[in-house]
């Protein structure tokens, strides 16, 4: 009887450690993104702009100028991802994480043709929505930021809408405040 005891009891070590191995397997492995060389390469490549609006607030001619568009992320919250893996991100953020549905902080710089001594500084919160395929297909973001610009400070809303797992994107900013730039218009190219 002893040895049925013992030998019922090793049956059932063996049952629930292979439960928990079982569940180990299929739990989702936790990415560790960090920068390296091809991310900070690819962070140093410009999105292409055209801003619109009036040169002053006292001028009524409409000018037009091209710009380049950069983004750094330091912070993003993620609530489309894998519930077991954690939302946050800092800085690297893959696209997934990203287009699947979160709320990011970033500071964006913009430089003008015309104006190359004077950036535009932008820093805000954009949230992202996927539409098509968890957002791989296509997703849209909503935003706003404060922008200055010239000794101008503002505040800036943005539309946009992204495919190909959120490399390639269109946005649309409204800044009513911020001239000659009201309207900026940012063909996007991002990976992470």
């Known amino acids: 009887m002893t040895w049925a005891r013992a030998g019922a009891g090793i049956i059932a070590?063996?049952?629930?450690?292979?439960?928990?191995?079982?569940?180990?397997?299929?739990?989702?492995?936790?990415?560790?993104?960090?920068?390296?060389?091809?991310?900070?390469?690819?962070?140093l490549v410009p999105s292409p702009e055209v801003a619109a609006g009036k040169d002053s607030a006292a001028a009524a001619s409409e000018s037009v100028r091209f710009g380049l568009r950069w983004q750094v992320t330091p912070i993003l919250y993620s609530f489309g991802i894998n519930p077991r893996l954690s939302p946050w991100r800092a800085l690297v953020v893959e696209p997934i994480v990203r287009q699947s549905g979160s709320i990011e902080l970033y500071f964006s710089p913009e430089l003008f043709v015309g104006s190359l001594d004077n950036p535009l500084?932008?820093?805000?919160?954009?949230?992202?929505?996927?539409?098509?395929?968890?957002?791989?297909?296509?997703?849209?973001?909503?935003?706003?930021?404060?922008?200055?610009?010239?000794?101008?400070?503002?505040?800036?809303?943005?539309?946009?809408?992204?495919?190909?797992?959120?490399?390639?994107?269109?946005?649309?900013t409204y800044s009513p405040t911020l001239s000659p730039a009201q309207w900026i218009t940012t063909f996007r190219f991002r990976y992470f």
């Open 13 to 43: 070590a063996m049952t629930l450690r292979a439960r928990f191995v079982a569940a180990d397997a299929a739990r989702p492995a936790e990415p560790e993104p960090r920068p390296t060389l091809v991310w900070i390469l690819t962070q």
């Open 121 to 172: 500084l932008r820093g805000g919160v954009r949230s992202y929505f996927p539409l098509v395929g968890k957002g791989d297909d296509l997703s849209v973001s909503l935003g706003t930021s404060y922008t200055y610009m010239n000794g101008q400070s503002g505040v800036g809303y943005e539309l946009g809408a992204y495919v190909l797992y959120g490399t390639l994107g269109i946005q649309l």
